[in-house]
């Protein structure tokens, strides 16, 4: 009798043990991400196309802002509780969920979300700490403005130039606001309060079915360890598709192909 009732407390604990660690296993499990009808998608991996570099890139409040669609980040989630002039603090939710997988919106035409520099003025070289005019925008530019209007060739980012970014890891900073860009000749404002930087890799890019007629596709990111990013050289994308004006073109399907994305180092 003494067998039997060992044997079964035994059998007892080895189930408890199988339940607590499956409930520890499906808490560890990310949500998974889902498309414009809360449906499940799989992500998969796509092939590198920069290996061990990161390109530059802005982001503004078309793509991350507080209490949206599709994350509904809070003030704390993105520094925008303490968001300023030069600021380059990583922003804490990215901080906190490296490695998942989250979309993002990138704006409409006219109004877009990512930005690719392809040129740094001569000027930020001298700003110091560095003599890389790139690295020293990442260290904030002494929080001054003064050298950050009219930036040449800040390219918007449509549909077809997100879609050649796919598979790139992204290091960007963040703006609190829009970014301000003028056409003919293509320049762009850098002033303004920022929330910090990212560092993203593109898994994904897909045509918005749940927005505007004029609004662009949403990007599927993996969070990257920014600490590791940041040490990596800085590229910037030259080829990046330059829109005509504001209107145009109407870029907001990813094509099918496409020409494959050129880098330049970042000087």
């Known amino acids: 009798m003494k067998l039997l009732q060992k044997k079964n407390w035994l059998v007892i604990l080895l189930a408890s043990s199988v339940l607590i660690l499956s409930m520890a296993v499906s808490c560890q499990m990310e949500d998974p991400i889902i498309d414009d009808n809360d449906d499940p998608v799989k992500i998969d991996e796509p092939a590198p196309v920069l290996t061990g570099g990161a390109v530059f890139l802005l982001i503004d409040e078309e793509s991350i802002y507080t209490d949206e669609k599709p994350n509904y980040f809070k003030d704390k989630d993105i520094n925008d509780d303490i968001a300023e002039v030069g600021l380059r603090k990583p922003l804490p939710y990215f901080v906190n969920n490296v490695g998942k997988t989250i ?76 970014v301000s860009m003028n056409y003919d000749p293509l320049n762009g404002s850098l002033k303004g309060a920022t929330l910090g930087v990212v560092a993203l890799k593109v898994m994904d890019v897909i045509k918005r079915t749940d927005g505007s007629s004029s609004s662009l596709p949403r990007v599927a990111v993996k969070i990257e360890n920014i600490t590791s990013v940041s040490k990596l050289p800085l590229w910037l994308f030259s080829n990046a598709p330059v829109p ?11 094509p099918a192909t496409y020409s494959a994305p050129q880098f330049v180092a970042a000087p």
């Not at 403005?145 to 290091?171: F, H, S």
């Not at 005509?244 to 990813?254: A, F, L």
């Open 244 to 254: 005509k004006s504001s209107s145009e073109p109407k870029d907001i399907t990813p």
């Open 103 to 178: 979309w993002l919106y990138t704006g409409q035409v006219g109004d877009e979300g990512w930005f690719a520099p392809k040129t740094i003025p001569d000027s930020w070289k001298k700003v110091g700490p560095t003599t890389n005019g790139t690295l020293n925008f990442f260290a904030g530019m002494n929080k001054s403005e003064d050298l950050l209007d009219k930036i040449p060739n800040v390219t918007p980012l449509r549909a077809t130039g997100l879609a050649m970014l796919k598979g790139a890891t992204v290091y960007a900073v963040v703006y609190k606001s829009d």
